[in-house]
């Protein structure tokens, strides 16, 4: 149990960082799609390795690959693109705080793929985090940087989309597995991205590499091992809701860090954000997790697998 929850905290603490270790590439020079082609690409590669190592690399079917490819290339990348675009733009704690929104839309959206009665228990989660989210935007006629905000807004949506689709195809390869082709793809679409659009260029300071690899390592490879470490400890429910400390690490960071400041009408509003985030974890996870056997592997647990995070 103990071991669980640490790994679980660490976990958090590497993803809370995360959008400090890009501010620190993105002012060395690097765009975007470049830190995120040379993330996921390290991550893929670290991924890969190890499973290969352990010969569990696995034989995807070729319906298993269209489905990665899809999740990976495609839903993975974009909400990526949105929460680091929101981290470019507007402070890094602010952005973090808009994308913990998702808990509550994946509620609303398992509720309409499974055909089910929206209830309080599905509505409630929604509709405290939008409370909070309008205490955190506040007036947006303040220089409040509009696109910004928006991108961050559409990541949390792209993430509950990720996670409502990603939970009901890839439950037949495991967490690791699974993570390791969708960071794969995941390069792929920022490398023809930034072929196309002409944003790919390596000729940033020196630095940025050791943020990149930051980003990678830290705040990738290691932040979402430990949450699978966690989450098979600890039931894939509890594991989310300590993963809780991440805005809050992020928000400190970004105050020591980078000195962004937020209002207390904007952290008031965080607060309401994440007491959303948790109902909405605790009313899309079956009761019976809250008890689950530890001893159950992380493979079998649908909702471990989508802690892929940005």
Request: proline content about 4%; overall charge positive; aromatic content about 8%.
């Amino acid at each position: 149990m103990r071991r669980g929850v640490v790994a679980t905290l660490v976990s958090a603490t590497g993803f809370g960082l995360m959008p400090v270790f890009a501010s620190y590439a993105y002012g060395t020079g690097m765009s975007v799609t470049t830190l995120l082609m040379v993330r996921f690409a390290i991550a893929a590669a670290v991924f890969l390795a190890w499973l290969g190592l352990r010969g569990r690399l696995g034989r995807p079917t070729r319906r298993q690959w269209a489905t990665l490819a899809l999740l990976g290339g495609g839903m993975y990348a974009a909400q990526s693109l949105l929460y680091f675009t929101a981290v470019q733009r507007i402070a890094p704690a602010l952005a973090v705080l808009l994308l913990y929104l998702y808990p509550g839309l994946v509620s609303v959206l398992s509720a309409l793929v499974d055909r089910t009665r929206i209830g309080w228990t599905v509505a409630g989660p929604i509709l405290v985090s939008l409370a909070g989210l309008a205490l955190v935007v506040g007036r947006l006629d303040t220089g409040l940087d509009v696109p910004g905000v928006l991108a961050a807004v559409g990541a949390a949506v792209a993430y509950a989309c990720y996670i409502v689709l990603g939970s009901r195809v890839s439950a037949a390869l495991s967490p690791a597995v699974t993570t390791a082709y969708l960071a794969m793809f995941a390069t792929g679409s920022f490398a023809l991205l930034g072929l196309v659009s002409g944003g790919l260029d390596l000729g940033f300071a020196a630095p940025g590499w050791g943020w990149a690899a930051a980003v990678a390592l830290v705040s990738t490879v290691l932040a979402i091992s430990l949450f699978f470490v966690g989450a098979t400890a600890l039931g894939p429910v509890r594991a989310s809701i300590l993963s809780m400390l991440e805005p809050v690490v992020a928000v400190l960071a970004s105050w020591l860090l980078l000195g962004g400041t937020l209002s207390w009408a904007q952290l008031a509003g965080g607060a309401v954000v994440l007491a959303g985030a948790v109902w909405g974890i605790l009313a899309s996870a079956p009761r019976e997790r809250l008890t689950a056997d530890s001893d159950v592997p992380a493979d079998r647990r649908g909702s471990s697998s989508a802690r892929s995070r940005s």
